[in-house]
């Protein structure tokens, strides 16, 4: 009993509070499964749609992805894969590059291009919805 | 034990390919795969708000034998990544980790996502 407590000085609630060294405790890992689930619906409808496309001339490309429920659906499967994507991009980093500058930079890369991508996704179809 | 003598994690190059190592790493790389070819979908999306000559570029690639080559890999690592993904929020959920269970499900993404993509492709040449 002694010897337990001497393990360690902090208790179960303190060390959840501090929610480990990375001070972000499940997040990652939750916010990775929470845009798959979003992902399932998504995915299968979007590629399904997409294939129904096939061959589609410019007009009838712009027709669908700026309809109203076709947009909406665009601009949140763009985020949930995007936001996905990296997430898992970054644990593959993470995993298999060992030099501290590179891997940092490569994070730093990852996240900036996810962002600027989505958003440039994003703006397209909003651009498209708004008759722009 | 010493840490010399402790045994060593699966040595790839000696150790027997399962069904579940194969279905493991397959899902990182899909996942690895489909991240850079969200590029495609950007590019599509762009090309579409910029007008019908920006538009027409990228089906003309799209439409070429190397563009045909990305949209099938694509799909069926699409198909994939989703099938294994659903396996594994199952796994998350606590559900499947019977030996034989595992085999099953397995085997079961590997069917299912050969279906999912032949449908889509079979969508995709009727509409075509």
């Keep these: 009993m002694a010897g337990k407590t001497m393990q360690s000085m902090r208790n179960p609630l303190a060390r959840v509070r501090g929610l480990g060294s990375a001070k972000e405790g499940v ?17 299968i409808w979007f590629v399904m749609s997409i294939a129904g496309l096939a061959g589609v001339d410019h007009a009838g490309a712009v027709a669908w992805i700026g309809s109203a429920p076709v947009a909406v659906l665009l601009v949140l499967l763009i985020a949930a894969v995007y936001w996905h994507a990296q997430l898992g991009v970054q644990v593959v980093i993470e995993d298999y590059v060992h030099n501290e500058a590179v891997k940092l930079t490569a994070l730093i890369v990852l996240k900036f291009a996810a962002i600027a991508l989505g958003v440039a996704s994003i703006f397209a179809v909003l651009r498209l919805a708004f008759g722009g | 034990m010493s840490a010399d003598r402790r045994p ?91 030996l034989d269970t595992v085999y099953r499900s397995g085997w079961a993404v590997v069917i299912a996502s050969v279906a999912l993509t032949v449908l889509a492709w079979a969508i995709a040449i009727v509409s075509a």
């Design chain 1, 27 to 43: 997040h990652h890992w939750w916010a990775q499964r929470l845009t798959a689930i979003a992902l399932v619906p998504l995915t």
């Design chain 2, 8 to 98: 060593l994690s699966p040595h790839l190059q000696i150790y027997k390919p399962q069904l579940t190592s194969v279905l493991s790493i397959s899902h990182r790389a899909t996942g690895v795969g489909l991240a850079a070819g969200l590029l495609l979908l950007t590019w599509w999306l762009l090309a579409a708000a910029a007008g019908p000559d920006s538009f027409a570029v990228v089906q003309g690639f799209l439409g070429s034998w190397l563009g045909y080559l990305i949209l099938f890999g694509f799909s069926y690592a699409l198909m994939f990544h989703l099938c294994n993904g659903v396996r594994h929020l199952f796994w998350d959920a606590g559900w499947g980790f019977e």
